[in-house]
């Protein structure tokens, strides 16, 4: 009898557990498989769009007329651009397929500044043409790859999912036709090496000057400990360490980290061996109160610059988040304002101490500029404006475009309904270079709802 | 000769005095607005103050949640010129002192309207139980808008009593209703970035996370990854907290304030696009790339 009632139990736990786990089993499928298809859309897409790419540089070859060219390389930018996002949703991370989003970023770079610019002013130069050419003939072989890939995972039905196995565990070799396949087009790609995309695309080439402009010794460690404890206003109960940069790094610098035996407060720092010049700095402290107002807070900001050597410097955005103030001051040489010269400093509201500094961009531009004299007068620059923007503030100022230039602007700042823009005029061309909506305060959204 | 000099001076001396007197007791009486100058940036009870008398007087058009911004700056410059002060855009104690002079803030209602998280105005010359907006702002607000309104100056002389006479027991310090935000993010991303930072790097110094959220910053600028935030954080495979759900547990304040730090400009990695756990790396090809630092566990690489 017991038995019976036992075995009852056990059979009816037994067909339990065994629906359950058929259950999970079919879920965990499903979830497979959802994840699964969504890189196979991005992967299909991604083939489509090259494609696509092909075949629109091919067109934009044999057009001539500029209403039909402009519209065309804009296709290809949005194509490109696309073709980008799809890349970015397969998981690729840990594959070097960096050379071929990079190529596909530049054709991409190159197509719009030629859409955008009137063509009927300026066609397109022979050297441009030429580079169209190349690039539709590197595209076709990426597209012929990509295809090959293709034509593969759907004849084999090969699955993402595995790259993903495969990518991840270490010890497996990479033997995975759909890896093999991707790193075949970031061969190619490579292989073209620079394709020259005239002086059009130097945008995208991220200016990495090597502070160039830092002047002075380099500097020893001792020195750079020395310049750390300055900048933190450490005295004697610190616990130093010192680092070199990685053998990576364009440029070399000290590492100094200072921890506070009694307050178990850590301040960090990077300088640079070459003049000691501070990168950047910057002091955990929890800020729990406030007692000096932002103004003051700029004031200090403003001695702690002087002290430390750099000046002619001007206010140009002062925020408060809690209890923290941040401001960024620009380069100010003879009323003009000099917005490559950008250095950030954080103030602590409850003592007015520096808690953070980032001079990053200051170092690397900061020199001695012959400042051109403007070609137009500020009258002839604000009818460049729309009508509609009311002026508020205006002045001089250099700031980098779109070409990674620096340009002498008039800089106007001006109101349009409730908004507020910072609008710059080239002062030689009367381009307007930039305009920028400058942001207003966010609500809060636990409030609003 | 000379005497006659000192006497004029303390007569000019005495005279000032005897007038400053009856204009700085309504100040004393209602304590309006702390000593500190207000700049563009602030955030706080002196804000939604100088936001509510500007408004008061018909400058202000924009919404009063404590933040001194660009409507705020322009509000206050304009009442500068009008009032020939100086025109600095900075709440100093003589532009304070003429702004309290001019205009009254009912600081009960405002305050209870901010905590109701109600849509209100504070205009002069409106009866206060018609600038509250309902409950739960909707588009309806708009009919509250004053219509017609007077210029300030008409408005002067009824205001002339001095400041705020309901301003009642002194409250606690007032949140802002809105925040500022580092140009070209949203609170959404920082939260979003304040979630993989702490997933990713809960355990590390502070410096260790503000180099994480870098990365992730400088991910965004380059040309070989997604051109958005969350196209950064959520590629397949990039980071190891979004693939283990780890992304997903609540980020502190230091994660948030790491995060802030990064959107400020603060780059401690010098332009590191990859980092790396040494101990727990998986993948034999990160090792292949330059690396530039080591912060905490993590070692950052180009």
């Not at chain 1, 629109?56 to 930018?77: C, D, F, H, Q, Y």
């Not at chain 1, 109160?289 to 410097?313: C, H, M, V, W």
């Not at chain 2, 004029?8 to 009486?29: A, D, G, N, R, Y």
Request: hydrophobic letters at 35%; one cysteine or more; aromatic letters at 10%.
């Amino acid at each position: 009898m017991l038995r019976g009632i036992l075995i009852g139990i056990l059979t009816l736990g037994v067909a339990g557990t065994a629906f359950w786990g058929y259950q999970e089993h079919r879920e965990k499928n499903a979830v497979l498989l959802n994840a699964e298809n969504s890189y196979q859309r991005a992967f299909h897409d991604l083939t489509y769009q090259v494609d696509l790419l092909n075949d629109k540089i091919g067109t934009t070859l044999a057009m001539n007329s500029r209403e039909s060219l402009s519209p065309a390389l804009a296709e290809v930018w949005k194509i490109t651009s696309e073709a980008h996002s799809d890349v970015g949703q397969l998981p690729l991370t840990l594959l070097p397929f960096n050379k071929t989003e990079e190529f596909l970023a530049k054709i991409g770079d190159f197509s719009y500044r030629a859409a955008v610019r009137d063509l009927g002013d300026e066609p397109l130069s022979d050297k441009e043409y030429k580079t169209l050419k190349g690039l539709y003939k590197q595209s076709a072989e990426i597209q012929k790859e990509l295809r090959t890939v293709q034509h593969m995972v759907l004849e084999k039905n090969l699955r993402w999912m595995d790259v993903e196995l495969a990518l991840a565990s270490e010890k497996a070799p990479n033997d995975n036709t759909i890896i093999d396949g991707f790193q075949t087009v970031e061969k190619t790609v490579e292989s073209y090496g620079e394709t020259d995309f005239g002086p059009t695309s130097i945008g995208l080439q991220k200016q990495d000057d090597n502070y160039k402009y830092l002047k002075g010794k380099t500097i020893s460690e001792r020195e750079a400990i020395k310049i750390a404890k300055k900048y933190a206003g450490a005295n004697g109960n610190v616990d130093v360490r010192v680092t070199e940069n990685g053998k990576g790094s364009n440029y070399g610098f000290f590492s100094v980290s200072l921890l506070n035996k009694k307050t178990k407060n850590e301040s960090n720092m990077d300088i640079t061996k070459k003049g000691g010049y501070p990168i950047w700095f910057i002091n955990d402290r929890d800020v729990k109160k406030q007692s000096i107002s932002l103004n003051d807070a700029t004031n200090q900001a403003i001695k702690f610059l002087r002290d430390n050597g750099f000046e002619n410097l001007d206010l140009f955005e002062s925020n408060q988040y809690d209890n923290i103030g941040v401001f960024t001051f620009v380069t100010n040489e003879n009323d003009v304002r000099i917005y490559p010269d950008a250095i950030n400093v954080k103030v602590a509201l409850d003592n007015g101490k520096i808690i953070g500094l980032s001079a990053e961009e200051y170092l690397k531009s900061h020199h001695q500029r012959e400042i051109p004299k403007a070609k137009m007068a500020k009258g002839e620059a604000k009818d460049k404006l729309n009508p509609n923007v009311k002026v508020m503030e205006d002045r001089v100022a250099v700031i980098v475009n779109d070409l990674n230039e620096e340009v002498l602007c008039y800089e106007f700042l001006g109101v349009l309904g409730d908004d507020t823009y910072r609008i710059f005029i080239n002062a030689e061309s009367g381009i307007e270079e930039k305009v920028e909506k400058l942001r207003n305060a966010e609500p809060l959204y636990e409030d609003v709802v | 000769m000379k005497r006659k000099i000192l006497l004029m001076k303390v007569f000019i001396l005495v005279t000032i005095c005897v007038l400053l007197v009856p204009m700085s007791i309504p100040e004393h009486q209602v304590n309006a607005f702390s000593p500190q100058i207000i700049q563009h940036g602030a955030v706080g009870d002196d804000v939604i103050e100088l936001q509510s008398r500007l408004q008061y007087l018909g400058f202000y058009n924009g919404k009063i949640d404590g933040v001194f911004g660009w409507g705020t700056y322009w509000a206050l410059r304009n009442f500068q010129y009008e009032f020939g002060l100086p025109i600095d855009g900075l709440a100093g104690q003589e532009t304070k002192n003429k702004l309290v002079k001019a205009s009254k803030y009912n600081e009960q209602h405002v305050k209870n309207a901010l905590n109701k998280g109600k849509k209100f105005t504070h205009y002069g010359g409106v009866d206060l139980n018609k600038q509250k907006g309902p409950a739960t702002g909707g588009n309806q607000q708009a009919r509250q808008q004053p219509t017609g309104q007077t210029t300030p100056q008409t408005q002067q002389p009824q205001a002339q009593g001095g400041a705020g006479q309901q301003a009642a027991q002194p409250q606690a310090q007032q949140k802002p209703s809105a925040t500022n935000v580092p140009n070209g993010f949203s609170q959404n991303d920082i939260q979003l970035m304040a979630n993989a930072v702490y997933g990713e790097a809960r355990g590390e110094p502070y410096v260790g996370q503000v180099a994480v959220a870098a990365v992730i910053l400088n991910r965004v600028r380059s040309a070989t990854f997604p051109n958005t935030v969350s196209g950064v954080i959520f590629e397949p495979r990039a980071f190891t907290a979004v693939a283990d759900g780890q992304i997903w547990l609540t980020p502190n304040e230091q994660a948030k304030k790491a995060v802030l730090d990064a959107m400020n400009g603060w780059d401690p990695t010098g332009h590191a696009l990859y980092y790396f756990n040494p101990d727990t790396a998986t993948s034999g090809w990160i090792w292949t790339r330059p690396q530039i630092k080591k912060i905490g566990k993590h070692i950052f690489c180009k």
